[in-house]
């Protein structure tokens, strides 16, 4: 009998150290909270620099404006979470669920999501300098009027995007796949877009001036009124684009 009980105790532990570590989460007691299951609570303007919410179910989560500066997320669940006007600069995102999340004018200078994967994430009018979208899979999500100077995106998946007039200089998609997608007025000057697949995107008063453009796929693009001063276009597929000058590619 003894024995069973003494079984049963030791089984209730971890759950109790569990919800004891989520409560003091939230009460502002502790910096950690890995694996905890935070769904839909509100952790709005909330100072949390540093926190380490490691493999969390972050689901549905209110982060409006709050400073998570250098927080780790690594694997989190971020479905459908909130992060409008947040602080996350120098924050690890790497490997996150990204699924309707929404970053809308928040700030990721230097924030790490490589590996992430979801769609229709929101990047509207976010401050992206220096991201790492490295190996990510994020199609179909929104990056209108966002800053993204000297971003990597290498080998990601970014297919049906919209970045229309979005300022992303020396941005690298190289290896990348943005097949459909809206770059319309955006500034892509110096990027690295070598064996991308941009084809049947929209192109349409681009600046791409000493992009490297190196074996990428630009079929049935529309180029119109694009920059290509000084870019690099060796081996470049051009089938069915339409050109800056107003005509077709044969």
């Known amino acids: 009998m003894k024995l069973a009980l003494a079984l049963v105790v030791l089984a209730l532990l971890p759950t109790a150290a569990f919800s004891d570590t ?15 299951d935070l769904t839909d609570v509100n952790l ?6 540093g926190v380490d919410l490691t493999d969390a179910n972050l689901s549905g989560v209110n982060f409006y404006t709050t400073d998570l ?20 600069s120098k924050a690890n995102l790497t ?8 970053f809308y ?7 790490d999501l490589s590996g992430s994967k979801g769609q229709r994430v929101t990047f509207r009018r976010a401050l992206l300098g220096g991201l790492k979208l490295d190996g990510s899979v994020l199609p179909f ?21 919209t970045f229309s007039g979005v300022k992303m200089q020396r941005f690298d998609l190289s290896d990348g796949n943005a097949e459909g997608a809206d770059f319309t007025d955006a500034v892509l000057s110096k990027g ?21 453009l190196t074996g990428a796929d630009l079929s049935g693009t529309r180029l119109l009124a694009a920059i290509l001063k000084d870019a690099k276009t060796e081996d470049a597929k051009f089938d069915g684009a339409l050109m800056p000058d107003g005509n077709w590619h044969n």
Do not use: M, P, Y
């Open 141 to 161: 999500s929104q990056f209108e009027d966002a800053r993204i100077a000297g971003a990597s995106a290498r080998g990601a998946d970014l297919r049906g995007s």
């Open 105 to 111: 004018r928040a700030t990721l200078n230097n924030a």
């Open 69 to 88: 500066t250098g927080a780790v997320l690594t694997g989190a669940n971020l479905t459908r979470t909130d992060f409008t006007q947040a602080n996350l």
């Open 192 to 212: 690295n877009f070598a064996k991308t697949v941009l084809k049947g995107s929209d192109l349409l008063r681009a600046d791409l001036s000493g992009a490297d």
């Open 95 to 102: 490997n996150t669920n990204t699924f309707e999340t929404i």
């Open 22 to 36: 989520r409560e003091d989460f939230l009460a502002g007691k502790t910096e950690a909270c890995q694996k905890c």
């Open 44 to 49: 709005s303007r909330r100072k949390l620099a």
